[in-house]
Structure formats: structure tokens, C-alpha cells
């Protein structure tokens, strides 16, 4: 169980495209998803938390503009880069929690996210 | 200041032998989590186990113990009898904050290798 689905897995797009990334919970439902970033041999860096229905909460220096997420069901987030630019390149990972605090993040298998 | 920290950038560990990852938190909370995540090289995070802070006996998965030391602030995790397929990156977790506003933080990970 607690299976959470992420596409794509791999975008390599020009530089000013916009790239949507779809996190799902296949199994359960969740009430909180997280996006994290994840530069080559580094953790993992929250960037935003987003509640079922209501706006996203951004971490600090994280552009709200930049990165649009919507959590317009129980299931399902997206996150948005729009006009992409090299340095937007980076491995993106959604998860998703459903239940009481103690129920883990389940995360999707990340989104590799290249600007040319 | 760092809330995680995990002093063991690398590990190596002998095929079979067990294994311990370091990992110390730092907050003020009394109501926390901490997880452990694995990582392998294609880059989906695996949970692996959870320690609440109120829980009393050490969390045990299988070949995965978690070592909780509250006082001394430490959650290192023990792997038993480690196999090849267990060379990863790991990482601690830190869940702070309360329901609705949960926050979590990743340790910077530590990469360990299983020798045959």
C-alpha cells in the first residue's frame, strides 16, 4: 500500500518552457503533499507544503511565481516551473501523508528535470 | 543551526556484518517524529522506519532497528546482517510542528556501500 505516483520521471525541455510534474496518491488519500529539490549529492530541500484545497505554503526563497502548486483533490498535486531556465535543472520529488502525524512521507520515484 | 545531522558522509560495511548510520536532532518540540529513508541510485526515497518522540521501546522493520536515545537527542539507525542491495544513500528525518503545519527536515544523508 501507500503508493504514490510521479510523471514524468524524466523532462528535458529549451529553456522558457513551462513543465508540469503530477505527484498522485494511488492507494490512499492524501492530505498533505510535500515537493522537495534535490541538487546531485545533496538532501533533500522542502520547497513547498500544499493541504488539500488550500494554497500552498512556500519555504523561504522559494518563488511562488516560479513554482505554481495546486492540491485540487485528495490525490493529486502538480507543480508547475514556469518558463524554465537552466538553472531550474534538478531532481524533483514529490511525497504525500495522509492519517495522523506518525504515518510516514510516502514519495514519488522523482521527476529529472533538465533545461536546455 | 543544523536540525539533523548526519556526521557519516560514507559507510562501508562488510556483506552479512550489521551496520550502524549516525544521526542527532536538535528541537524544542516535545512532539516529534523521526523516519529513515533509503535512496538508491535511481533516486526514489524508501521508507525504511519511524520513532515517535513519546514511543517508548525502539522502533524495529525487520533487518532495521532504530537506536533512540532521546536525552542524548540521537536516532541512529542499525542495519543487521547487511546485504548488497542495502548500498544507498540514507537519510533521518525529523517531523516537527503540528497537525496541519507538519514540517519536515532531512539530514544531509550518509552513503553507504556493502562489500561482498
Known amino acids: 500500500g501507500a503508493v504514490v505516483s510521479q510523471h514524468p520521471s524524466w523532462v528535458i525541455c529549451k529553456s522558457g518552457t513551462s513543465v508540469k510534474i503530477e505527484c498522485r496518491s494511488l492507494d490512499f488519500q492524501a492530505t498533505t503533499m510535500f515537493w522537495y529539490r534535490q541538487f546531485p549529492k545533496q538532501s533533500l530541500m522542502l520547497m513547498a507544503t500544499s493541504n488539500e484545497g488550500s494554497k500552498a505554503t512556500y519555504e523561504q526563497g522559494v518563488e511562488k511565481d516560479k513554482f505554481l502548486i495546486n492540491h485540487a483533490s485528495l490525490t493529486l498535486s502538480t507543480l508547475t516551473v514556469t518558463s524554465a531556465h537552466p538553472e531550474d535543472s534538478s531532481f524533483y520529488i514529490c511525497s504525500a501523508k495522509g492519517g495522523t502525524g506518525n504515518q510516514p512521507q510516502h514519495f514519488g520515484d522523482g521527476t529529472r528535470l533538465s533545461i536546455l | 543551526a543544523q536540525k539533523i545531522t548526519q556526521t557519516q558522509p560514507g559507510m562501508f560495511v562488510q556483506e552479512k556484518e550489521a551496520v550502524t548510520l549516525d544521526c542527532t536532532y536538535d528541537?524544542?518540540?516535545?512532539?516529534?517524529?523521526l523516519f529513515w529513508y533509503k535512496q538508491p541510485s535511481s533516486g526514489e526515497m524508501i521508507f525504511l522506519i519511524y520513532?515517535?518522540?513519546?514511543?517508548?521501546q525502539n522502533a524495529t522493520e525487520g533487518r532495521y532497528s532504530l537506536n533512540f536515545q532521546k536525552a542524548r537527542k540521537s536516532a541512529n539507525l542499525v542495519i543487521s546482517a547487511s546485504q548488497l542491495g542495502d548500498s544507498a544513500m540514507y537519510f533521518c528525518?525529523?517531523?516537527?510542528?503540528?497537525?496541519?503545519?507538519?514540517?519536515?527536515?532531512f539530514g544531509t544523508g550518509t552513503r553507504l556501500k556493502v562489500l561482498a
Open positions: 528541537t524544542s518540540d516535545p512532539s516529534y517524529g
Open positions: 520513532q515517535g518522540s513519546y514511543d517508548q
Open positions: 528525518a525529523m517531523r516537527e510542528g503540528r497537525s496541519g503545519t507538519y514540517k519536515y527536515i
